[in-house]
C-alpha cells in the first residue's frame, strides 16, 4: 500500500484497535443508486442506525484519489451532489488512484478497502451478480468474485431482482462462498422476500451468523461471506407488479444501448420513476434493516 494513500479517521481508528463493531458502508449506492436529496438522507441515516446498534459506522469512498475509512457529513454531502464521482469496482480503483479522483465505492471496492482496513463487516443494499442475459453479454458484476478473494463479512437484502438469482447462486457455489439466509430459507429478491431458490444455510440469529464468520476464519479462508437479510414485509413490494416494472426497465436498456458499468444505476433510476417511487422507498428500508442486522452480527463477533 502506498504510503498516505489510507485515510481512516479517528473514531474508526481507535475502534478498530479496541475491537468494537465497525461497520463499513458503500458510496456508490450514495452517488449512483439514489437520487439526491435522499441518497445523503440514506448515508446519514444509515450510519445513525450503526450506532443505534452498537456499533461505530465507516463510510468508504475516494477522494483526492486517496482511500477514506469513515467520512464527514460535509463529504457525504459531496458524494451525493458532485457529477464528477466515478464508479470504482476492483479494476478501477489503481487508476482512480493514480488520476487522484473521485469516486465512490461498489461492493467490491468496498470490501477490498474495508479489508485493507481491517474492517471485517460490511453493510450494503444488494450485491451485484450474474446479469439477465449473461449468456449474451457475460455481465457478470466484480462483486461477486470478491467474496472469494476478501474476507468481509456483508450483508445484503440479496441479488437485485434486476439479476439472475439462480446463476448468481451457482458462481458463489463454484467460487466457495458461504450463503446465510437470515431468518430465511430462500435467498432474499431484493424488493421482496424469497425469491424461490434455497440458501445452502439458515441461520436465525446474529450469533449464529458470527460464528460461521468466525470458523471460516479460522480455517484461514480468504472468501468473504454473504447473508441474505429479507427486507421487511411491510416495505416489500408485489412480486408481479415489481417484476414487470423490471421487464420494463431492462427493455430501456437494452434499447437505449447502455451498458457496462451503467447497467446498474440506469436500472435502478429507471424503476423509481416507473414505480413512481416505491422502489426507492423499498430500498431504503431495506438497506436500513442491513445496517442493524450487520452491526448486530458484528458486535456478537467481539463479544
Ligand atoms: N444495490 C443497490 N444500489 C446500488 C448498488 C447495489 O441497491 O447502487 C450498487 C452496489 O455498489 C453494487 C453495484 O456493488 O451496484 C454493482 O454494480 P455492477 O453490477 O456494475 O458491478
Ligand atoms: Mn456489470
Known sequence: MLKHSLVINREVRDAITENKAVVALESTIISHGMPYPQNVETAKMLEQTVRDNGGVPATIALLNGKIHIGLAED?????????????????????????????????????????????RFFATGGIGGVHRGAGETMDIS????????TPVLVVSAGAKAILDIPLTMEYLETMGVPVLGFGTDEMPAFYYPGSGIKVP????????????????????????????????????????KIEA????????ASSRGIKGQQVTPFLLSRLNDITGGE???????????NAAVCTQIAVEFFK
Open 142 to 149: 466484480a462483486d461477486l468474485r470478491e467474496f472469494a478473494e
Open 75 to 119: 463529504e457525504l454531502e459531496f458524494l451525493a451532489t458532485d457529477k464528477n464521482i466515478a464508479k470504482a469496482s476492483r479494476r478501477d480503483l489503481p487508476f482512480l488512484m493514480a488520476g487522484e479522483r473521485h469516486a465512490a465505492t461498489t461492493v467490491a471496492a468496498t470490501m477490498i478497502c474495508a479489508n485493507l482496513a481491517g474492517v
Open 201 to 240: 444455510v439458515r441461520v436465525d440469529s446474529a450469533g449464529e451468523a458470527a460464528a460461521v464468520f468466525k470458523n471460516s476464519l479460522s480455517m484461514g479462508y480468504r472468501s468473504g461471506i454473504l447473508v441474505g437479510n429479507p427486507v421487511p414485509l411491510k416495505d416489500a413490494l408485489d412480486r408481479d
Open 279 to 289: 422502489s426507492l422507498k423499498t430500498n431504503i428500508s431495506l438497506v436500513k434493516n
Open 245 to 252: 416494472s423490471i421487464e420494463k426497465a431492462l427493455a430501456d
